[in-house]
């Protein structure tokens, strides 16, 4: 029989504790939360009573459910309130000493058979354990944040954390309605690992000034359907604590240099900038503690003045008849530019047409594009097997086999023909824009416009200003994509772009961790899933995206920064060469012939 957790306790009410004292009160535990003073307690009361309140307003709550969840909870200084509860979760900010010292005072005023966990997300629960005389009751409850809503919890067992504790608590996350899985202690558990490399290079895109902050969220909102960004998750998680975990797991972690805090955080949690908590971090908040960001001095000037200097574009030419380009040629048409579509031959042009005519008319079937619009759609594309009929556009889109030598030489023949003064755009996702720009005279015309794939459907366009792109070419590609009701986010040329370069890294670590055999498949696309709210998993997005894809968008990622936590995971490498490619070949991570 499972233990029967009938009270609770939890230390520290910060973004963390509150929120778990939340997630027992509103399944019916009883919780001793305490804090190590007066004014601390009321800050954990206010984050408390805040966030029940809101789950009312929001309907989500009853009122009545309201009273009772907050008649369940005490607040108390000092631990020694905790003396007959059954278990403790300690939610401190993440200092190994700071949690020693309390679990050495845990273990002095608990009962005997009170189970110790810690929310720690980096730390050893293995160097916190033996901080007690009971260190087979100690184990890891990582919540994630925010708690109440997020549906994971890692459970992390020490090599001396008893079986049947490890089955009570387990059995006590699904009483909270939670998903578990349960590993042994490393640095970051699951999540955390996969998360925080991302998150800190993300933050390295931020300081060295590659994109805008509000650029870098959009593209991986946008771009990998992410529930927020990573700057602005960083503001969730708090600066403060996120530098804890990063430096931890770099010295924990092997000395992975992505792990290494980028040197922007430190200042900023020197500053006192934390995040939401504070009132402001990467972004600005109303007042501390509120989810509502306000503008100040970063945010974009509206988008008239942004897009001063950007030429009128009317025509527009797209050169290619593969997927990307059969996808562009009907947004640039739907949304009423006139399009040139260039391929090489008749039979290529009779079969995007009957691609693009096929895609219109799903919209129409599904109510989503009246017929007549589908027919001026149509109508407003002209079908061509020669350049030469670019000679009039105002813009080219070219979306051409991905070699750097089909590419130069087109921007060659586009130099020659187009007119004057016209953006000539490259859609590549891995080629550096600079080389093609250079195949012309006019490299400052020339700037990455990069489409997720499919087209129509991805609302995301990553603008790639070379070195020599002209600030007139960027406003024009930003006016482009404003007119295609897309979001355009300029970035630098470099490997990967934004959402490639934050992206397959993390994809890449899961396959590592995988072949480490420090977890299931299952259970790291459930971490990812659950505990970020990520739309997939990280081995269902690599059987999607393709395995012989991924490694090669890895390989040039390595290949250009010599990272060497870059380097391809060698099993990712061998599942390619075995020909288990994902779902196009039947078998990648998983095998889909028998789903
Ligand atoms: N922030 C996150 O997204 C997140 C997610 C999962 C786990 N965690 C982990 O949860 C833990 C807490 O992180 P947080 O972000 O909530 O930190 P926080 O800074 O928001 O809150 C920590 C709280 O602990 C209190 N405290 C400090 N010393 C204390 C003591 N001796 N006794 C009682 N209370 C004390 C502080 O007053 C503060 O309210 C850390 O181990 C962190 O790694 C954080």
Redesign the pocket.
Same mark, same amino acid.
């Given at each position: 029989m499972a233990r029967d957790f009938t009270s609770v306790g939890v230390?520290?009410?910060?973004?963390?504790?509150a929120g778990i004292v939340e997630v027992f009160a509103r399944n019916g535990v009883d919780v001793v939360a &305490?804090?190590?003073?007066e004014d601390?307690l009321e #800050?954990?009361r206010a984050i408390l009573t805040g966030s029940t309140d809101r789950a009312v307003a929001k309907g989500k709550l009853a009122e009545a459910d309201r009273d009772a969840l907050l008649s369940r909870v005490r607040f108390a200084v000092?631990?020694d309130a905790l003396h007959s509860v059954d278990l403790v979760v300690?939610? &401190?900010?993440?200092h190994l000493d700071?949690?020693q #010292?309390?679990f050495a005072e845990l273990d002095r005023v608990c009962k005997p058979e009170a189970i110790l966990a810690?929310?720690?997300?980096?730390?050893s629960v293995t160097e916190i354990s033996v901080a007690t005389s009971r260190p087979n009751q100690v184990i890891g409850i990582?919540?994630?944040?925010p708690a109440p809503v997020m549906k994971l919890v890692e459970v992390v067992r020490t090599v001396v954390t008893s079986a049947d504790v490890v089955a009570d608590v387990e059995a006590l996350c699904k009483r909270l309605g939670k998903v578990d899985v349960t590993i042994s202690d490393r640095a970051g558990f699951i999540a955390?690992a996969l998360l925080f490399g991302y998150l800190n290079h993300a933050v390295g895109m931020f300081e060295s000034h590659y994109a805008t902050r509000e650029d870098i969220d959009a593209a991986m909102k946008l771009g990998c359907g992410l529930p927020m960004g990573p700057l602005a998750l960083m503001d969730?998680?708090?600066l403060?604590?996120?530098y804890?975990?990063l430096d931890t797991m770099y010295r924990r972690g092997g000395r992975d240099r992505r792990h290494a805090p980028v040197p922007l955080i430190k200042q900023m949690v020197t500053a006192g900038l934390l995040g939401r908590?504070s009132g402001r971090g990467f972004y600005t908040y109303e007042r501390p503690g509120s989810p509502v960001v306000v503008p100040d001095e970063q945010t974009p000037v509206a988008s008239e003045a942004a897009l001063g200097g950007a030429a009128a574009i009317a025509k527009v030419g797209v050169v290619g008849s593969g997927t990307m380009a059969t996808g562009i040629i009907e947004v640039f048409a739907k949304a009423g530019y006139e399009v040139v579509s260039v391929t090489r031959g008749a039979e290529k042009s009779a079969k995007v047409f009957e691609a693009v005519r096929t895609s219109l008319n799903k919209g129409v079937v599904r109510g989503k594009l009246g017929e007549a619009d589908r027919d001026a759609a149509l109508g407003r594309i002209n079908w061509s097997a020669t350049l030469d009929h670019l000679a009039d556009v105002d813009l080219v889109v070219e979306a051409v086999v991905e070699e750097l030598s089909v590419k130069k030489a087109l921007f060659a023949s586009l130099d020659e023909i187009c007119k004057p003064g016209v953006v000539l755009a490259t859609t590549t996702s891995s080629l550096p824009v600079i080389d093609v720009a250079m195949a012309t005279q006019r490299p400052a015309d020339v700037v990455g416009l990069h489409f997720f794939n499919p087209a129509p459907v991805m609302p995301l366009v990553e603008i790639v200003e070379t070195i020599r792109t002209s600030a007139e070419t960027t406003a024009t590609a930003r006016a482009v994509c404003a007119g295609l009701g897309k979001t355009g986010v300029v970035c630098g040329d470099r490997s990967g772009f934004i959402v490639n370069a934050l992206l397959f890294p993390y994809l890449n670590d899961a396959v590592k961790m995988l072949e480490a055999s420090y977890s299931t498949a299952d259970d790291i696309d459930h971490a990812m899933k659950l505990g970020c709210g990520y739309p997939m998993g990280p081995f269902e997005l690599l059987d999607v995206v393709g395995l012989d894809v991924s490694l090669a968008i890895q390989r040039e990622l390595y290949l250009e920064l010599r990272e060497p936590g870059f380097a391809p995971a060698p099993l990712l490498e061998h599942l390619v060469t075995a020909g288990y490619l994902g779902r196009k070949s039947g078998r990648g991570f998983r095998d889909h012939t028998r789903r």
């Open positions: 230390v520290g009410l910060g973004t963390m504790g &305490v804090e190590i003073s601390a #800050r954990g000092g631990l300690e939610a &401190v900010p993440e700071l949690k #010292r309390i810690t929310n720690t997300s980096s730390l990582h919540f994630f944040n955390n969730l998680i708090g403060d604590t996120a804890e975990i908590k």
